[in-house]
């Protein structure tokens, strides 16, 4: 695409620039139009070229393809730069890729600087492209601004401990600690239930290959008491959490005394909890208006002929999507069609004469579930599709159910369906439960389930370092799709513990010992204790400040910054967000200012 | 307090506040990123310098982007959510307190800073919040 002109002044070179003889590479990403479809990537890369120290500028459709690696690689070799500036998407993404491109090419990882121009620009200016254009100009100059001040980091590291707390013995958790622990990894599962094997546990037979939920988790717990290396505490809660990456101490409350563990990685598997609709919604409360699990439950028991209180049930109607893609829960559980078709399969082999009538509003029977929706039309189902905003009603109809609904496919007739029974296909919702998000810091999505960094890239990984998340808190999911999670997140902290050594962020506090008055104010300033004061021997010493100086443990640091404001001589810097980079950054944002 | 001149793009919002917001890397600036990716919109003018923890801001970084050409400045604190220290909010407020004293000093309105907590799906509130403040800066300049 293209916007009107930049102004001179924004166009021109970085006049505030003073050149620094950095040899910086510019990398502007198109990403597939979702940036350039708003921002002249061509324009912002034309107006960088002549920025001081700016060697090469370049824009690609996707800087994060393997060949834009290469090209970026190749650059870092050719003209010897010393500096990276990519322009792309949030930091959460891609800052990893990009550091390690860096290293492979021979720079510093710490001398790349990653702008979000999508997430922060082009996305959110959807509705002005000259505006997302000069303000991704901005964002630009402000990373070379930070690129041109960057030194040289080297990571501390630092022996992991290799042990797994596992939050959760659901599916997903178990299979995760079988997982961990087949990888020689010890594995502390942890369990607030009295049992594990969490809803799976109380399903009969799951789709697609009829496996029975109970047996499933009986194997599970099996091949969990065959492996010393895993302890199973139930009726136990996380309820503190401390340490460094790589070697957490994890405080469990069980039902006796607290127990305190070191791991080196957590993985959360704490599951969902079902939609319970309100009353009177769809008729539930009314004796045969049933929820999904209810419905399961039903099925579950016996296997002759289908009875509901003892009665025989001859109908049964189905309403997909009960409290899913509506107002307060916005997303599709995904799961749920599948399970209510599963179900009407499970209800034919108990009578092929039982009448079953689908009222959907979009069915996604995805992947091989599809043939399960053609075997239950073949065996009698039918489907009758409404509008979103003419959703079915229910009433009393004697001692059964009048089911009213007004048919899509046969050109908006009215339909009206006396059934025994009616299931209400009810999909996941977030499981509450604000202690741990407290203890973990842990992120929360739109819909309220636990945030991947990506569900693609990094799809068990959270923001949190060394916690990840797998199965059904992190979003709807058939047993299959958790325990592929949980097996992904075994992936992860294996590839984390099984190394030994884990690195630690080098962009920690650092003091300035010629500027440092030793007055000790940052040392109280500092939670971690990573601050202390010494003398010139480099002894920790209390003595008078002017023959003391705050040194900063790196392994301590958390890289917070809080130290660094209190300091009343600006003594202590962030590394990689020291005090002339962040002041070099905001003028950078303002070169050119169009005022 | 800035010298304003019309843009050289004709429908540029020439009259539209420049702000510098401070977010978090893990808590408030998935929360901005969340208001773009939901396409939600504010003024371009509105830019965004990612820090550690808000508690890390240097008062005199906020006097020096307002000396230096912004009209505002909003602190996207991490509120009870920050993963560094429990006290966060007081010690961004302090922050904010002495970046006020300032700008005092030099005669700038202390209302030209602002902090609000923005979690991590703040999309909403981190619109409505800079929408306001650009709101009621385009106001004093009126």
């Known amino acids: 695409m293209t916007t009107a002109p930049l102004p001179p002044q924004e166009g021109a070179p970085d006049p505030g620039a003073t050149p620094s003889k950095r040899r910086i590479g510019v990398y502007v990403c198109h990403c597939g139009g979702n940036i350039s479809d708003y921002v002249d990537v061509e324009q912002v890369v ?21 060949a834009t690696q290469q090209e970026i690689a190749q650059d870092i070799a050719e003209h010897q730069l010393d500096g990276m500036v990519v322009a792309s998407c949030s930091p959460k993404l891609h ?36 505006g997302a254009t000069r303000k991704a100009l901005r964002l630009v100059r402000a990373g070379i601004a930070h690129t041109r001040l960057s030194e040289p980091l080297e990571p501390t590291a630092v022996e992991t401990v290799p042990r797994v707390l596992v939050i959760g013995g659901g599916v997903a958790g178990m299979r995760a600690a079988v997982g961990l622990a087949d990888l020689g990894l010890e594995v502390v599962l942890v369990e607030r239930e009295p049992r594990l094997g969490g809803w799976v546990a109380r399903l009969g037979t799951t789709y697609p290959h009829s496996a029975d939920g109970g047996d499933l988790v009986l194997r599970l717990d099996r091949e969990i008491r065959r492996r010393e290396a895993i302890t199973v505490l139930t009726g136990a809660e996380l309820i503190a959490k401390s340490g460094t990456y790589g070697d957490y101490q994890v405080t469990i409350r069980t039902e006796a005394e607290p127990i305190t563990f070191s791991v080196g990685q957590i993985i959360v598997t704490t599951g969902f909890d079902s939609y319970e609709p309100a009353a009177g919604e769809f008729g539930y409360g009314i004796p045969g208006v049933l929820t999904l699990p209810e419905f399961t439950s039903l099925l579950k028991e016996g296997d002759g002929p289908l009875t509901y209180e003892g009665r025989p049930v001859r109908t049964i109607a189905y309403i997909y999507c009960v409290g899913s893609r509506g ?18 399969l ?19 029977t995805y992947g091989r579930n599809e043939a399960m929706l053609t075997e239950s039309r ?8 409404f509008a979103d905003d003419q959703p079915p009603s229910v009433s009393r109809d004697g001692d059964g159910l009048r089911v009213t609904v007004r048919d899509l496919l046969t050109a908006g007739e009215e339909v009206a369906i006396a059934a025994d029974l009616l299931v209400l296909v009810t999909g996941m919702l977030a499981r509450k439960n604000p202690e741990l998000i407290g203890t973990l810091k842990l992120p929360i999505g739109r819909d309220g389930f636990f945030n991947e960094i990506h569900p693609k890239l990094r799809p068990v990984e959270t923001v949190v370092d060394g916690v990840l998340i ?27 513990l099984k190394r030994g050594v884990a690195e630690l962020d080098p962009q920690v506090a650092v003091v300035n010992p010629s500027a440092c008055t030793g007055c000790g104010v940052c040392v109280d300033a500092c939670p971690f204790g990573a601050i202390t004061l010494v003398g010139a021997d480099g002894a920790a010493v209390e003595t008078e400040p002017a023959l003391r100086t705050a040194v900063i443990d790196v392994a301590g640091c958390k890289g917070c910054g809080g130290c660094a404001p209190v300091c009343t001589v600006d003594a202590i810097d962030l590394r990689g967000y020291t005090d002339a980079q962040v002041r070099a ?3 950078g944002l303002l070169v050119g200012a169009a005022r | 307090m800035v010298q304003r001149a ?76 920050c993963g560094y220290l429990p006290d966060c909010t007081a010690r961004s407020s302090r922050i904010v307190q002495a970046a006020q004293t300032l700008m005092a000093e030099r005669g700038i309105d202390g209302s030209r800073v602002k902090m609000a907590a923005i979690c991590s799906v703040c999309a909403e509130p981190f619109t409505r919040q800079v929408r306001g403040f650009s709101e009621s800066l385009a106001a004093m300049e009126a």
């Open chain 1, 346 to 364: 499970l209800a034919a082999d108990r009578g092929e004469e039982i009448r079953q009538y689908h009222l959907y509003r979009d069915l996604r």
């Open chain 1, 327 to 344: 107002e307060e829960h916005a997303y599709c559980s995904r799961f749920c069609c599948s399970a209510a078709v599963h179900s009407a």
């Open chain 1, 95 to 130: 800052t990893l890729t990009f550091r390690s491109v860096a290293r492979r090419a021979g720079l510093n990882p710490y001398e790349y600087t990653q702008v979000n121009i999508r997430e922060q620009c082009s996305w959110t200016h959807t509705d002005d492209h000259d």
């Open chain 1, 585 to 587: 950054m905001i003028d």
């Open chain 2, 6 to 81: 019309a843009s050289a793009i004709g429908d540029a919002p020439v009259h539209a506040p420049r702000v510098l917001v401070f977010s978090t890397n893990a808590i408030s600036d998935p929360g901005i990123d969340l208001a773009g990716s939901s396409h939600m919109h504010y003024s371009p003018e509105v830019v965004v310098i990612s820090l550690p923890c808000t508690s890390g801001v240097r008062p005199g970084w906020i006097l020096h982007a307002l000396e230096q050409g912004f009209d505002g400045v909003f602190i996207a604190a991490d509120g009870e959510e």
């Open chain 1, 378 to 385: 073949r065996r009698g189902s039918l489907y009758l599709k």
């Open chain 1, 46 to 66: 034309a107006a960088v070229k002549a920025d001081a120290d700016v060697v090469v500028a370049r824009d690609a459709m996707f800087t994060c393809s393997d």
């Open chain 1, 470 to 496: 797998a199965g059904t808190c992190q979003a709807p999911k058939t047993v299959a799709e958790s325990v592929a999670s949980g097996l992904a997140a075994v992936t992860q902290a294996a590839a984390v």
